[in-house]
């Protein structure tokens, strides 16, 4: 509904756009008939590329780095688990685009100091700084997912000779994924959105092509409002993709 | 004192939550096909005795022996827990699974049983429990009694020498109490051991060889139901049964 109407509302400001006086709108700097208007839009829509690539690799390493820092950090043993707690801590409290710049800009130094000769472009460094920003949320969906399936589904387990392993493999995380995926998903647009970030280092996703556009052509609200859109679509794709998944899993049968 | 015929020997059971006490030195012999009904108020430490023979709370201090294993590693611990069926309150089915898989997923993953066999071993113990037609539902269409038999059965799939069972009907509903009271007292006339905490006073009068009462971590006294319910000793129990026998 709520994306639908979003929709909607875009669709309105193009209209309302293409109708409205000489001087306040101006649509013809990304109108595909025009040739001038055909090769900005080309530009602007092969962001798309950069930007599911970075967000989908950042997403998946997120999913890994989070898995590691999760299991240790549902141990019983308080000195396994701190390492995760400090990691979770330490990284959900750093903003992105502070974090962004320090990798970018600090993390080759560091490096560089410890006899590590290794250039970080602006594509790895847009991905280390999501994938690293988000494990921490990561992490913390897995273990909420992990730890809200009731310590009696462990204990009847134990009852039935399985061991850690086959009780998690078996009775805990299938009923876990379930609702693990949602949060994931919205992780996952989280990503998407953030990967905008990247443009500031200059990574020429989404984001960095409109704000080159803008510069030459001086048309912010039209382009800007594409750009909008563009992420829009994007989010919109992986909303159907997800429900579909959930669907496809099954509805939640432990309650 | 151990006696040969033993399968459960506690000695010296101490168990604390943080600064509080649950079970203070308890000794408790279990003779082999002996029933015993533990009662007490809540948060007398019933629950954590019997979670401990199988391990499901660790002990700070005492001896546990189960079948002539003692307890005192995760070997040790495995080894016990394979001897000993549990059933817990809120019934603690996997939901994700059909009946039958609730059933087979021990016999299969934890014995190595191939799928043939563990089927075969788990309609067996559905006949036994009175609901083989439902092996193919999920847990959530079925009754509340339904499934604690369905729990019964899935522990006897293990074939245990001793039934733990943690308060197996205070999650039902009144009607429902009676079909599950029956498939345990079946189970207790087949000789099977078992330790059976539970406010039911006719169950314990019918199928138990032994009562135990407990308050505050300690056994306070115990007796055969005769003895037990006609003459106790203790002014504790005797307050504990005019008030649960009252109604």
Redesign the interface.
Known sequence: MKFKTAFLFGCLIFLVGCNAAPGTWGWYVIDPRTPAGYNNIRFLLNGFGATILLSVIAAAMSMIIGMLVALPGMSSNRWIRLPSRIYIEFVRAIPLLPMLFWVFYGLPVVLKSMGINISIDAFWGAIITLAISDSAFTAEIYRSGIQSI?K??T?????????YT?TMR??IL??AIRRILPPLANQFIYIVKMSAFASVIGMQELTRRANELVVTEYRPLEIYTLLILEYLVLVLIISFFVRWLERKMGSD??? | MTKPGDVIEISGLNKWYGDYQALKGIDLNVAHGERIVVCGPSGSGKSTLIRCVNSLEEHDSGRIVVDGIEMIDNDSINAIRSEVGMVFQQFNLFPHLSILQNLTLGPMKARGMSKADADARAMEYLERVRIPDQAHKKPSELSGGQQQRVAIARSLCMEPKIMLFDEPTSALDPEMISEVLEVIVDLAEEGMTMIVVTHEMGFARRAADRMIFMDHGEVIETGTPIEFFEAPKTERCKQFLSQILQH
């Open positions: 009731a009696g589904q204990e009847a387990a134990k009852t039935v000779g399985l061991n086959q078996y009775v299938p009923q049968e432990s309650r």
